[in-house]
């Protein structure tokens, strides 16, 4: 099992640009995650799915967009970057949120 | 708003010490902690975790304690060593409503040798 991954492990963009990070998970988990991690901040949730087709908007949910249309994946597109934006983002999956969470490497994104 | 807090931010503890990181919450309807430790460059992983039918849940040199009452639960670090120096997160969710995983500030713990 590769367990959860993600894509790209590092991402620079310029404020406007758009792009998706990549999330799939092979252990057939009905929850997924999307989080961001911030000095002093701790990993704030941006949007969760309990399922295919199902998604819903966690703490700082603005300026992101998660679909889920298959079990697997679950990528996270940002709209129109902002420095804001700047951050490192974990996914993680698991059978529901009352279980272990397995977390993927992790995107360091820069926004300039 | 922050729905777990944590502290303390950072902890220095000399090896053979007990490590105690510490938080509370808000929602009376959480009934999971789980505690994650964050090696640097790496994700998050689950170390232990309560559900609030027990008061005290111990793993090797790793226990939580919890206080129903208080809406508090603790990590304590027995015997700690330099290999446990890491970042640790705390976090809450319940089985009723939004299904939600919440973590604390987290705090970074230092072993001195």
């Known amino acids: 099992n590769a367990g959860v991954t993600q894509t790209p492990k590092f991402q620079v963009l310029k404020t406007g640009q758009s792009m998706t990070l990549q999330c799939a998970q092979d252990?057939?988990?009905?929850?997924m995650s999307w989080y961001r991690q911030d000095p002093g901040m701790g990993l704030r949730l941006i949007h969760y799915s309990v399922g295919a087709g199902i998604t819903d908007q966690g703490e700082v949910p603005n300026g992101y967009n998660v679909s889920r249309s298959t079990t697997e994946d679950f990528p996270l597109r940002l709209l129109s970057a902002a420095p804001s934006q700047t951050s490192v983002y974990f996914c993680?999956?698991?059978?529901?949120?009352?279980?272990?969470?397995?977390f993927g490497p992790g995107t360091r994104l820069t926004v300039t | 708003q922050q729905q777990v807090k944590q502290s303390p931010q950072s902890l220095i503890v000399q090896k053979g010490g007990i490590s105690i990181i510490n938080c509370a919450y808000e929602n009376t309807a959480f009934d999971y902690f789980p505690w994650y430790q964050q090696f640097p460059g790496k994700g998050p992983a689950l170390l232990i975790a309560i559900r609030p039918d027990v008061s005290e849940k111990k793993e090797g040199r790793f226990t939580i304690s919890f206080n129903k009452s208080a809406k508090q639960f603790s990590l304590h670090i027995m015997d700690s060593q330099p290999g446990d120096s890491a970042t640790y997160f705390c976090a809450a969710s319940s089985g009723q409503g939004a299904q939600k995983l919440v973590f604390g500030q987290g705090t970074r713990l230092t072993i001195n040798p």
């Open positions: 993680a999956s698991s059978y529901s949120s009352r279980h272990e969470q397995y």
């Open positions: 252990m057939n988990h009905e929850y």
